[in-house]
Nanobody
Framework: QVQLQESGPGLVKPSETLALTCTVS??????????WSWIRQSPGKGLELIGY???????VIPTSLHSRTSISRDTSKNQFALQLYSMTPEDTAIYYC???????????WGQGTQVTVSS
């Protein structure tokens, strides 16, 4: 059974950088034929793809977030990470790490972590 667990701060100040880590168990991000995504849901809004790192190590980020998003992975720890720069209150959301992305189904989700942007 694949399990994902997000970790990181729950409160970030405006203009700061959000750093989240996703720890994966039950699968290997280095060898699995899967992508690994970050998705968020803001209050009253639908799910938004932040980006993903593919099984080949390629990174895909939507244009709307491309200038302030970084996604990476540490295969030795079986983790992948998100950095979102220049946070604003509009970035307040529940952030999820997810197995899947691109043309691959979202098959496993972390429980999500609430991130609030406030001074």
């Amino acid at each position: 059974q694949v399990q994902l667990q997000e970790s990181g701060p729950g409160l970030v100040k405006p203009s700061e950088t959000l750093a989240l880590t996703c720890t994966v168990s039950g699968d290997s991000i280095a060898t699995s034929y899967s992508h690994w995504s970050w998705i968020r849901q803001s209050p009253g809004k639908g799910l938004e793809l932040i980006g993903y790192i593919g099984f080949a190590g390629n990174i895909v980020i939507p244009t709307s977030l491309h200038s302030r998003t970084s996604i990476s992975r540490d295969t030795s720890k079986n983790q992948f990470a998100l950095q979102l720069y220049s946070m604003t209150p509009e970035d307040t959301a529940i952030y999820y790490c997810v197995r899947g992305g691109g043309t691959l189904e979202f098959s496993s989700w972390g429980q999500g972590t609430q991130v609030t942007v406030s001074s």
